[in-house]
C-alpha cells in the first residue's frame, strides 16, 4: 500500500504528501494545457498575418476549434491523479497537440472542401510548432540525455534514408518517370519503348519513305490514362493515313507528364532525328508557362545537362507541396512569407496559373521563356527537315464550365477569373511575326456539341475530347498544307 518504497522515499524527501503530489501533477497538466492554447491563438495571429487568404484560414481554424475545446476542457477535468513528475507540463502540450490533430481531422468531416481545410492546418501548424518548441524547452533542456538520443537516432534515420533514397525513388516512389530535371518516362514502363515515347513502335519502325510526324506536349498529349488506341496522336495517324491511302503515316506521340516546351525543346534535340520526322506537332497547355519558369530555373542552377536525380528529400517537398496544393511548396512559402522576399520579387510566380489574376502587361513577360522555347523546338524541326505547327490547347474552364464537375482545380482555375483568355490573346499576336502556323483549338471545342469531354475529376479530356483535338487537329493540318 502506498505505492513503491522508492516513490514513498521520493515523496517524503520532496516533502509532499500523495495528496499534494497529485495537486502538483494536476497543476503542471493543467499548466501544459494552458499553455498550448495560449500559443495556439498567438500561432493564429501570426499566421494570419503571414498567409494572405482573404480571413479563410481562420473561419477554417475556428471549425477546428469548435471540436478542440471540448478536448481540452475535458483533458483537465481527467487530469487530477497520482502521476505527477518533472515532465507532466510537456505532456499537458503534446496532449493538446494529439488532440488538436484529431480536431483537424473530425472537422473535416463538416466541409465540403476538405483540402483546403488541411492546408490552412497545414499552415498553422508550420508558425505553432516553432511556438510549442519554445514553450516546452525549459523543461526538456533537464532531459538533456533523451535530446541527444533523440538527435543522434533522427541523425542515424536521415543518413540511413539518404543511402536507400534512391533505390526507393526508382522502385517505389516513381518506378516510372527518370528523376532528373526532364523526368521523362522510363523505356518499357507504361506502354512507352526504347526512348521512353509513349508508341507502340520503336524509332526503327520509322521509315524516310513514310511520312512521319512528332507530337509534342505534356499530360494533354500523353493521356497515359487511356488506352492508345483514343489518344488524340493516334487518332491523328488514323484521319492523316485516310488521306493518304497510298502511302504510310507514323505518328510518335512525344508526349509525357508535367513537360513544357523548355524540357519538349531538349527530347526534340535529343531523340527527334531517330523518328525521321516530316513535321512536328507541339500542343501547349496552360500549366506550361508556369512549368517552363521552373524547368529554367532549375536548368540554371544545377547546368544545361540536367543532370543530379531527383532525392527522396524533395519527394517529401513534392508531398508537402501536394499537401498545401500548391505546385512547390518552398517557393509557395517564401511568396507567402513577406519577411522571406528580400526584394519583393519573385522569378517564379507562385501560383501555376498566375496570368489569371494579373493585368496582361504584369503576365506576358513570363511568357516569354515558353515562346523562347517553342522558336528553338521549330529551328531544331528545320535543322531535321522537318515542317512544324503548334496548337494551343484549352482548359474546360475556358470553353464549357460544365464540365468536370469534381475537379479540384476549380478553386485555383475559376472560370471567372478575369485573365482567363489571356494566353489565346498572346499566342494571336505573336502568330502575327512567327512564320510556321499558330492555332487555337477552343474554338474547335466550343463548336463540337459532344458533352462532356473531360473526365468528372479531373480536367484531362476524355475519349471524346481527345476525338475533337485530333479532328480539330487534322483539319487544321489540311488547312495549311502541311500534310501532303
Known amino acids: 500500500m502506498g505505492g513503491s518504497p522508492a516513490r514513498r522515499r521520493r515523496q517524503s524527501g520532496s516533502g509532499l504528501s500523495p495528496r499534494g503530489v497529485s495537486a502538483l501533477g494536476a497543476a503542471s497538466l493543467l499548466r501544459g494545457l494552458l499553455e498550448a492554447a495560449l500559443s495556439a491563438l498567438i500561432a493564429a495571429g501570426v499566421s494570419a498575418l503571414l498567409f494572405t487568404n482573404d480571413g479563410r484560414l481562420l473561419a477554417e481554424l475556428g471549425r477546428v476549434t469548435l471540436f478542440w475545446l471540448p478536448m481540452l476542457v475535458v483533458m483537465s ?17 503534446a496532449l493538446a497537440l494529439a488532440a488538436f490533430v484529431a480536431a483537424a481531422f473530425l472537422a473535416g468531416f463538416t466541409t465540403d ?3 483546403r481545410l488541411a492546408r490552412h492546418v497545414v499552415q498553422f501548424l508550420i508558425v505553432w510548432l516553432p511556438l510549442l518548441s519554445l514553450v516546452a524547452i525549459a523543461r526538456l533542456w ?29 522502385r517505389v516512389i516513381v518506378p516510372r518517370y527518370t528523376l532528373g530535371v526532364d523526368h521523362r518516362p522510363r523505356p518499357h514502363t507504361g506502354g512507352t519503348n526504347e526512348d521512353g515515347v509513349y508508341s507502340r513502335l520503336g524509332p526503327g519502325d520509322f521509315r524516310a519513305e513514310d511520312f512521319n510526324v512528332i507530337c509534342l506536349g505534356d499530360s494533354f498529349t500523353a493521356n497515359p490514362h487511356l ?37 519538349q525543346a531538349r527530347q526534340l534535340r535529343d531523340i527527334g532525328a531517330k523518328y525521321k520526322p516530316d513535321l512536328v506537332v507541339q500542343a501547349f497547355d496552360m500549366t506550361d508557362f508556369h512549368d517552363d519558369l521552373i524547368a529554367r530555373e532549375r536548368l540554371a542552377r544545377i547546368g544545361a545537362a540536367g543532370g543530379g536525380e531527383v532525392s527522396i528529400f524533395r519527394a517529401f517537398g513534392v508531398g508537402a507541396s501536394l499537401a498545401l496544393g500548391v505546385e512547390n511548396y518552398g517557393q509557395w512559402l517564401r511568396d507567402r512569407c513577406r519577411w522571406a522576399r528580400p526584394d519583393g520579387v519573385s522569378a517564379v510566380p507562385g501560383p501555376r496559373y498566375f496570368f489569371l489574376f494579373e493585368p496582361p502587361e504584369a503576365s506576358e513577360p513570363y511568357f516569354r521563356e515558353s515562346w523562347e ?34 475537379d479540384p482545380e476549380r478553386r485555383v482555375f475559376p472560370v471567372d477569373a478575369p485573365g482567363l483568355l489571356a494566353p489565346f490573346a498572346y499566342f494571336v499576336r505573336q502568330a502575327q ?12 471545342f466550343l463548336a463540337d456539341p459532344a458533352f462532356p469531354k473531360c473526365r468528372s475529376d479531373d480536367p484531362h479530356w476524355n475519349a471524346e475530347g481527345n476525338r475533337v483535338a485530333a479532328e480539330a487537329i487534322a483539319h487544321h493540318l489540311l488547312e495549311d498544307a502541311l500534310v501532303p
Open 373 to 406: 522555347a517553342i522558336l528553338e523546338t521549330e529551328r531544331r524541326a528545320r535543322e531535321m527537315g522537318a515542317r512544324y505547327a503548334m496548337f494551343v490547347l484549352p482548359r474546360y474552364q475556358q470553353y464549357d464550365p460544365r464540365e468536370s464537375p469534381r
Open 77 to 93: 477535468r481527467l487530469s487530477r491523479g497520482p502521476r505527477a513528475g518533472p515532465g507532466l507540463a510537456v505532456r499537458g502540450i
Open 113 to 115: 472542401n476538405r483540402g
Open 433 to 444: 511575326s512567327a512564320g510556321f502556323p499558330v492555332h487555337s483549338l477552343r474554338e474547335d
Open 142 to 170: 533537464r532531459r538533456w540525455r533523451e535530446l541527444l538520443l533523440l538527435a543522434f537516432s533522427t541523425a542515424a534515420c536521415t543518413a540511413a534514408l539518404w543511402l536507400a533514397g534512391p533505390v526507393l525513388m526508382r
Open 227 to 263: 488506352p492508345e488506341q483514343v489518344r488524340w496522336p493516334t487518332r491523328l495517324e488514323r484521319l492523316l493515313q485516310a488521306r493518304m491511302p497510298g502511302g504510310r503515316v507514323r505518328v510518335a506521340n512525344f508526349g509525357w507528364v508535367s513537360s513544357s516546351p523548355v524540357l
